[in-house]
């Protein structure tokens, strides 16, 4: 991807991740000609507003309790500064830069939508801050989704004021120094714009977009991971028979079913129709009823996500060329729509995990697989322990994700003197959301090492050669290309670190795409 063009509407979640963990400059980010226009008739309405007196939240006034505090225009510049440096009180660990830039990306859509009335400088500021790699060092905890992502994105705009801390080409430096490497000159807010930098849910639409795309790549994963279980424990394609699915017809069943049959087409691993073992059990049988409803619920999120990274989400909003008021005062800034989807895709993926591990502890308990397999994938069971404790480290992980899977969105406690009284918690739906996704990636990983040499040993024992299918046989490639098989105990701590970054990096689900459409 060159480049993306942000207007406030069309902003996709794959845009977001090439801008995200591309380096600066790779994916060069514009503002578009019909965005510049309605940024700058907003904020011609904030100025004629202001010089006619009218009484603005936030610019004319204080911040949440202090919503009936008026405030002179003499400190109009002061009052956006001081919101700025006051509401900088993150703690944690920082955002990673891949989820920071995603914030700022996010952030300059947002401004694009025309209604947050502030001057195109400030827009211009964060896009060529993504261009050139000046990246704000935030602290992750601080937000509870309510009033936006406060303290985040002050960590963010400060540094666009000079100030705050920042990486430039792999530096750590004070803000300030950051923009002037880069060739930069710090903002000094007007009237609206730190309230506007501050007030939204960038933070929250940033690590959502982030986890909905790596979410994505994981149903593919678990899809290719069960094909090679199926072929591993000899089993049976009966199951994935277009017309059951047709009876139940879910789109994500549909979908993952034909996957399977795609993949595995010309094996010569799995069972003949003619065999006497008529069902599977139910982490292979029922692949496409579970996988394919997680990839219903990606499938809901991501629309969730894309409305959201294409909104405005600061308060108040100034609306050009409609009925009076011009300036109104709402709530776009509550995180909720994106707490409930970051909750609800954690309970969707923590269930590829789990379905997962029981196919993993099928492939390794020879009573479970029939004594088609050696135990835990060994030649020499007893003085070599072989893959036993991949199960442990999954069934550790799968434990941690049920934990991690009770929502977040269902809590709330009451900020700024009991007037911002619900929020939703957002920002740690999300964070949990991640989580669970990495462990999941890391269950899948221990899978396909699993599957890979379980193959090996059927191959084995069958005395003969025999075809893997279509897609697994591809799948099966790059597995060995990252780890051999293992026929004494060793270290597997490297080999399962090759694993996770199979996965992670998309490569097996590339590959295997661009082989199923040719």
Do not use: W
Not at 236 to 249: C, V
């Amino acid at each position: 991807m060159k480049g993306v063009e942000l207007d406030g509407e069309h902003l996709r979640i794959n845009e977001v991740a090439a801008v995200a963990y591309g380096k600066p400059g790779d994916c060069k980010v514009a503002i578009a000609p019909q965005a510049i226009q309605r940024i700058r008739q907003s904020r011609r309405i904030v100025e004629e507003l202001i010089e006619s007196g009218e009484i603005i939240y936030g610019v004319t006034t204080g911040f949440g309790y202090f919503k009936d505090r008026f405030i002179e225009p003499a400190k109009a510049l002061e009052l956006q500064r001081n919101l700025v440096m006051s509401h900088s009180t993150g703690v944690g660990e920082y955002l990673t830069v891949p989820e920071v830039r995603a914030m700022m990306l996010i952030r300059a859509n947002s401004f694009a939508k025309g209604f947050s009335g502030i001057r195109l400088e400030v827009v211009e500021m964060l896009v060529e801050m993504l261009n050139r790699g000046v990246h704000p060092l935030v602290p992750r905890k601080g937000s509870v989704g309510a009033s936006g992502d406060l303290a985040p994105l002050a960590h963010l705009s400060l540094v666009m004021i000079g100030m705050g801390e920042a990486l430039y080409q792999g530096e750590k430096l004070p803000g300030g120094e950051a923009l002037a490497k880069a060739g930069l000159r710090p903002l000094v807010l007007e009237a609206k714009e730190g309230l506007a930098l501050t007030n939204g849910t960038s933070l929250m639409g940033a690590l959502a977009s982030l986890a909905v795309h790596r979410a994505e790549n994981l149903s593919y994963v678990a899809d290719v991971a069960g094909a090679l279980s199926l072929e591993a424990l000899f089993g049976t394609l009966k199951a994935f028979d277009p017309r059951i699915h047709q009876a139940r017809p879910h789109p994500g069943q549909i979908k993952c079913a034909e996957i399977i049959r795609t993949l595995l087409e010309g094996s010569e691993l799995v069972r003949s129709d003619d065999s006497r073992y008529v069902q599977d059990p139910y982490s292979l049988r029922c692949i496409p009823q579970v996988h394919g409803a997680v990839r219903g619920v990606i499938e809901h999120v991501r629309e969730v996500v894309e409305t959201e990274i294409n909104s405005a989400t600061d308060n108040p909003l100034v609306f050009p060329g409609t009925e009076l008021p011009l300036f109104l005062s709402g709530g776009n800034f509550h995180g909720e729509p994106l707490a409930l989807a970051m909750d609800y895709l954690a309970a969707a993926i923590a269930e590829l995990g789990n379905i997962s591990e029981r196919r993993l502890a099928r492939l390794l308990d020879e009573k479970a697989n029939g004594g088609l397999l050696p135990p835990f994938l060994t030649e020499e069971g007893g003085v070599n322990s072989g893959f036993m404790l991949l199960q442990y480290t999954a069934a550790a992980l799968v434990s941690e994700n049920k934990v991690l899977a009770h929502p977040a969105s269902v809590d709330s406690i009451p900020t700024s003197a009991n007037v911002e009284d619900h929020v939703s918690m957002g920002p740690l739906a999300a964070e949990k959301a991640l989580k669970v996704i990495e462990n999941t990636e890391t269950i899948l990983a221990l899978e396909l090492m699993a599957t890979a040499q379980a193959i090996d040993f059927r191959l084995k024992s069958l005395g003969r050669e025999a075809k893997l299918g279509r897609g697994t046989r591809l799948a099966y490639e790059l597995i060995r290309q990252r780890v051999p098989f293992i026929p004494r105990d060793e270290p597997l701590y490297p080999h399962i670190r090759a694993m996770q970054e199979l996965v992670k990096e998309g490569r097996l689900v590339r590959e295997i795409l661009r082989a199923r459409e040719c």
